[in-house]
């Protein structure tokens, strides 16, 4: 007798239940939400388009309105408070911090069919408008940098004051992304969306101008778990959508009219250094660009002293001692 369908995959559920219970990832994710809870977030869920859209983040208890809203966006490589781990106990000390997970990501889930980056910069600037912030700076690194400078070039200057693109492609062409894509020699989801060991080891070798030298197998299996399993195939959609049309504008590239720091590191390979000195070009004399130098594609964790520091200096207008 066949065992019917709905207990195969509750005994499926309840695997993956046992598996992220008993596992290393869970925990340090568990130690992570800590952090946030002890820097004066909470976690939110905000709903969106009558129900058919859910926008999970973290964001202030308390808001403190005599300090800027600083909203951090993720790009595919984890989570909000994986992706900023490194950030979260600097800024918030000066910003009230929002570190939404991206639709597919995390939390935050999606009834409808739009994969574009329009649509994440929709989500994400509804979220902030139902939250009541009226004004804020938008950093976002690598996928998270196209879907923050979509949003400061929607929102011109009403909602987002300042905009900080970290290692996003943002000025890339349409053959340039194709150019990039070919260049791997194989499916951009098999480097950005990992299945196997080996897999993750590479994306690991590809993102960080150091990579950590050995990490054992089941730790790389348990991330892989965790990170990257589910909503696979509309992450993939997602990536197929960016490397087809980019930001989704349409046409010609916007020029944002907010002051726009750009962060790059200078041994970066999933977006080659060439791109942060076009979108330099393409932005003009509102945009600054900083290179760091023995960095890799990310850089939030390869270098947060020096994107810190410099989120802090460009938003508080601080000046360099």
Same mark, same amino acid.
């Given at each position: 007798?066949?065992t019917p369908?709905?207990?195969h995959?509750l ?5 993956r239940?046992i ?5 290393l990832?869970?925990l340090?994710?568990?130690v ?5 809870l002890l ?8 709903? %969106? ?7 999970h /983040?973290w964001?202030?208890r308390? =808001?403190?309105?005599s *300090? #800027?809203?600083?909203v951090?966006?993720h790009?595919?490589?984890?989570f ?15 910003f ?6 991206l639709v ?5 889930v999606s ?7 329009k ?11 139902k939250?009541?912030v009226?004004?804020?700076?938008v950093a ?7 879907v923050?400078f979509?949003?400061?070039?929607a929102?011109?200057d009403r909602?987002?004051?300042?905009v900080v693109v970290?290692a996003?492609g943002?000025?890339?062409?349409a053959?340039?992304r194709?150019?990039l894509?070919?260049k791997?020699g194989?499916?951009v989801?098999? %480097?950005l969306?990992p299945?196997?060991v080996e897999? /993750?080891?590479?994306?690991?070798r =590809?993102?960080?101008? *150091? #990579?950590?030298?050995?990490?054992p197998?089941f ?10 399993k589910d909503h696979r195939?509309?992450r993939?959609?997602l ?5 087809s ?5 349409g046409?010609a590239?916007?020029i944002?009219k ?9 041994e970066?390979t999933?977006?080659p250094?060439?791109l942060?000195?076009?979108?330099k070009?393409h932005l003009?004399?509102k945009?600054?660009l900083q290179?760091i130098k023995e960095?890799g594609h990310?850089l939030?964790?390869?270098k ?5 520091s ?6 508080l207008q601080?000046?360099v001692?």
């Amino acid at each position: 007798m066949e065992t019917p369908k709905n207990l195969h995959l509750l005994l499926h559920y309840i695997r993956r239940f046992i598996t992220r219970l008993l596992s290393l990832v869970s925990l340090k994710d568990f130690v992570l939400s800590l952090l946030l809870l002890l820097c004066g977030l909470s976690s939110l869920t905000v709903q %969106l388009s009558g129900g058919k859209t859910s926008i999970h /983040l973290w964001g202030p208890r308390r =808001r403190r309105h005599s *300090r #800027p809203a600083l909203v951090l966006l993720h790009g595919f490589g984890g989570f909000a408070k994986w992706q900023f781990e490194r950030q979260i106990a600097s800024l918030s000390r000066h910003f009230d911090l929002y570190l939404p997970d991206l639709v597919f990501f995390g939390q935050s889930v999606s009834a409808e069919g739009k994969r574009s980056v329009k649509f994440q910069a929709e989500c994400v600037a509804e979220a902030m408008r139902k939250l009541g912030v009226e004004k804020y700076t938008v950093a976002g690194v690598s996928y998270g940098g196209f879907v923050a400078f979509c949003m400061a070039a929607a929102a011109a200057d009403r909602e987002v004051e300042r905009v900080v693109v970290i290692a996003s492609g943002v000025a890339a062409t349409a053959k340039e992304r194709k150019d990039l894509a070919e260049k791997e020699g194989r499916e951009v989801a098999e %480097l950005l969306l990992p299945e196997r060991v080996e897999d /993750l080891r590479n994306l690991f070798r =590809r993102c960080m101008f *150091r #990579p950590p030298t050995w990490l054992p197998d089941f730790l790389l299996r348990d991330f892989i778990e965790i990170m990257f399993k589910d909503h696979r195939k509309e992450r993939t959609e997602l990536l197929n959508e960016l490397l087809s049309n980019g930001v989704g504008w349409g046409g010609a590239l916007p020029i944002p009219k907010q002051e726009t720091l750009i962060l790059w590191g200078d041994e970066d390979t999933i977006f080659p250094l060439p791109l942060a000195y076009a979108l330099k070009r393409h932005l003009g004399d509102k945009a600054k660009l900083q290179v760091i130098k023995e960095a890799g594609h990310a850089l939030p964790l390869e270098k947060p002293y020096h994107v810190n520091s410099s989120i802090r200096r460009f938003i508080l207008q601080e000046k360099v001692i």
